[in-house]
């Protein structure tokens, strides 16, 4: 495999142009996704008030791995990342391509499962067959994702910020609501003496974990953003922190104006949520959530075209796949396949399984990367000036708490 400085000189780079706003913005947008819907009820049912707690400890849980995606990123700020990361650290190009494109097909089929969903509620406004909403929805946002990264990732975050402003309605109506809110934030912590309480909480948050899977993605912009050794490290924590704020907010607004026992029972919590709190038609939630799904296709579409870029770029793949269009400095062509293959998949393949796996296939990500770094450390490879270290020990905890969530999941 040819390395990345054996690709001709002269040819166009991808631009660096995108801020830590954006970056945060694209962080948000592709790990708030639509599990939170569902996820709340879960929660409420098996942790009751302390629910809560349960989305912070997933976002420590996942912070070793985000430590270990910083100091990696840093180190390697370009695209395909996890794949140069495994280059890297294991010298194996077979094993680099594999994991490149486990991470395509993993961001594939979660596109396409969520344009399938968005469908259902684009389908209130237009009565037109499904197939033909898919097809729209793909099409329209891969035409989005060819203009200029700073134009897509804008285009994008406009729609995190809608998402997260009309989830955000829950919490100003429930804000609304009186006092309870604050007067009741003493319930969310578990009495001492209450072992199975607690015991609730963690189970809740090896659950949880999931409704942060997306985070990672930020690595494969690092080649475009300004100043990666700076701005990678601080958009990975803030969407972090900023994702489990949040996630514990929102459930906790849930569980004060529903019981959690009732909020279990629902098939759509948070649009009970939402009713009680607002009395507003579910047709509003219906706008949101057409805003949210299309936001999690665009920004699928834009890290699936920057992995296949990185990997033509590495010589993993035809060069062609490497070729920036002129006046945009993207990957056209590397969209379009991605564009294509999304579309493919939301219409011919039964996606309920494979969606599943997606998730456990990122869990496994995630251990092999923590092993890239460590091979990486013990290597004695001196890093770049200004990348971020972390101790030894985080990606330990981070291989450690990605096998168990991997092997629970599995057994559960």
Same mark, same amino acid.
């Given at each position: 495999?040819?390395?990345?400085?054996?690709?001709?000189?002269?040819?166009?780079?991808?631009?660096?142009?995108?801020?830590?706003?954006?970056?945060?913005?694209?962080?948000?947008?592709?790990?708030?996704?639509?599990?939170?819907?569902v996820l709340v009820g879960v929660a409420a049912?098996?942790?009751?008030?302390?629910?809560?707690?349960?989305?912070?400890?997933?976002?420590?849980?996942?912070?070793?791995?985000?430590?270990?995606?910083?100091?990696?990123?840093?180190?390697?700020?370009?695209?395909?990342?996890?794949?140069?990361?495994?280059?890297?650290?294991?010298?194996?190009?077979?094993?680099?391509?594999?994991?490149?494109?486990?991470?395509?097909?993993?961001?594939?089929?979660?596109?396409?499962?969520?344009?399938?969903?968005?469908?259902?509620?684009?389908?209130?406004?237009?009565?037109?067959?499904?197939?033909?909403?898919?097809?729209?929805?793909? =099409? /329209? *946002?891969?035409?989005? @994702?060819?203009? #200029? +990264?700073?134009?897509?990732?804008?285009?994008?975050? %406009? &729609?995190?910020?809608?998402?997260?402003?009309?989830?955000?309605?829950?919490?100003?109506?429930?804000?609304?609501?009186?006092?309870?809110?604050?007067?009741?934030?003493?319930?969310?912590?578990?009495?001492?003496?209450?072992?199975?309480?607690?015991?609730?909480?963690?189970?809740?948050a090896l659950i949880a974990v999931f409704a942060?899977?997306?985070?990672?993605?930020?690595?494969?912009?690092?080649?475009?953003?300004?100043?990666?050794?700076?701005?990678?490290?601080?958009?990975?924590?803030?969407?972090?922190?900023?994702?489990?704020?949040?996630?514990?907010?929102?459930?906790?607004?849930?569980?004060?104006?529903?019981?959690?026992?009732?909020?279990?029972?629902?098939?759509?919590?948070?649009?009970?949520?939402?009713?009680?709190?607002?009395?507003?038609?579910? =047709? /509003? *939630?219906?706008?949101? @959530?057409?805003? #949210? +799904?299309?936001?999690?296709?665009?920004?699928?579409? %834009? &890290?699936?075209?920057?992995?296949?870029?990185?990997?033509?770029?590495?010589?993993?793949?035809?060069?062609?796949?490497?070729?920036?269009?002129?006046?945009?400095?993207?990957?056209?062509?590397?969209?379009?396949?991605?564009?294509?293959?999304?579309?493919?998949?939301?219409?011919?393949?039964?996606?309920a399984g494979l969606a599943e796996w997606t998730?456990?296939?990122?869990?496994?990500?995630?251990?092999?990367?923590?092993?890239?770094?460590?091979?990486?450390?013990?290597?004695?490879?001196?890093?770049?000036?200004?990348?971020?270290?972390?101790?030894?020990?985080?990606?330990?905890?981070?291989?450690?708490?990605?096998?168990?969530?991997?092997?629970?999941?599995?057994?559960?």
């Amino acid at each position: 495999m040819s390395s990345r400085s054996a690709t001709q000189q002269g040819t166009p780079r991808l631009a660096r142009s995108l801020t830590l706003t954006h970056a945060v913005l694209y962080g948000l947008g592709v790990t708030i996704g639509a599990g939170i819907y569902v996820l709340v009820g879960v929660a409420a049912g098996r942790a009751g008030m302390h629910a809560p707690l349960a989305f912070v400890g997933a976002a420590l849980v996942m912070a070793f791995s985000a430590a270990t995606f910083a100091e990696l990123g840093t180190r390697m700020p370009v695209s395909a990342s996890e794949a140069a990361y495994v280059q890297a650290a294991f010298k194996r190009e077979w094993l680099s391509l594999a994991v490149g494109l486990l991470v395509v097909a993993t961001a594939m089929v979660s596109a396409a499962t969520i344009s399938v969903g968005s469908a259902g509620y684009i389908g209130v406004f237009v009565p037109v067959p499904a197939p033909w909403i898919i097809a729209g929805a793909v =099409v /329209t *946002m891969g035409v989005v @994702a060819c203009l #200029a +990264t700073v134009q897509s990732i804008t285009f994008a975050g %406009i &729609m995190t910020v809608i998402e997260v402003g009309g989830r955000g309605l829950i919490i100003i109506a429930g804000i609304g609501q009186g006092a309870d809110i604050v007067t009741r934030l003493p319930e969310i912590w578990p009495a001492g003496g209450d072992p199975a309480a607690w015991i609730g909480v963690a189970g809740t948050a090896l659950i949880a974990v999931f409704a942060f899977i997306g985070f990672e993605h930020l690595v494969n912009i690092a080649e475009e953003l300004k100043e990666p050794s700076r701005t990678l490290p601080r958009a990975l924590f803030l969407t972090l922190g900023l994702t489990a704020v949040f996630y514990a907010v929102v459930t906790w607004v849930a569980v004060t104006a529903v019981p959690p026992q009732e909020l279990a029972r629902s098939p759509a919590p948070l649009a009970l949520v939402f009713e009680r709190l607002t009395g507003m038609p579910l =047709v /509003t *939630m219906s706008t949101i @959530a057409i805003v #949210a +799904t299309l936001n999690g296709v665009i920004v699928h579409m %834009i &890290m699936i075209a920057r992995v296949l870029y990185g990997l033509a770029d590495q010589g993993s793949l035809p060069q062609i796949l490497a070729r920036l269009n002129p006046l945009t400095r993207t990957p056209v062509l590397a969209t379009v396949i991605g564009a294509g293959a999304i579309l493919v998949l939301a219409l011919s393949v039964p996606l309920a399984g494979l969606a599943e796996w997606t998730a456990r296939f990122t869990l496994l990500i995630f251990a092999i990367v923590n092993v890239a770094l460590l091979r990486l450390k013990r290597g004695g490879e001196a890093p770049p000036a200004g990348a971020f270290i972390c101790p030894s020990w985080v990606p330990v905890a981070g291989l450690v708490s990605s096998l168990l969530l991997l092997g629970l999941d599995l057994i559960g």
